[in-house]
C-alpha cells in the first residue's frame, strides 16, 4: 500500500492505496474537491459538514443517474438496474420458497 496526501477544501488528508489505485483515487479526489469548492462558493452553505454532505448526495445522484452501456440493459439507469435486481431475487426467493412447501 502506498501512502498519498491529498488536499479536499483545503484541509490534508492521508490516504492509504493500492499504486492500481492511485489514479482512480486521485481523480475521486480531484472531483470531490471542485465539487465541494463550488457549493462553498454559492455562499449559501457555511459548514464543511453540510458541505461535504450536500457534495455526497449530489455524487450519490449523478452515480443513480448513469446509465448503462449498449447490451440488453442499454439505456438502464444504475438506480433502475438495482431495483430490477432486488425485484428478481424476491421473484426467486417466492419460487424456492414455494417450492419447499410441494416438497
Do not use: W
Amino acid at each position: 500500500m502506498e501512502r498519498l496526501d491529498v488536499s479536499i477544501l483545503g484541509r490534508e488528508y492521508s490516504l492509504a492505496c493500492s499504486a492500481e489505485e492511485k489514479p482512480i483515487l486521485l481523480a475521486a479526489v480531484r472531483h470531490v474537491d471542485q465539487l465541494m469548492l463550488r457549493i462553498q462558493g454559492t455562499g449559501k452553505v457555511s459548514s464543511n459538514e453540510r458541505i461535504a454532505v450536500m457534495a455526497a448526495l449530489q455524487i450519490a445522484g449523478e452515480l443513480l443517474a448513469m446509465k448503462a452501456p449498449d447490451g440488453p440493459l442499454g439505456g438502464l439507469a444504475v438506480g433502475d438496474f438495482k431495483r430490477r435486481i432486488e425485484e428478481m431475487n424476491l421473484m426467486l426467493d417466492d419460487a424456492l420458497s414455494g417450492q419447499e412447501k410441494l416438497l
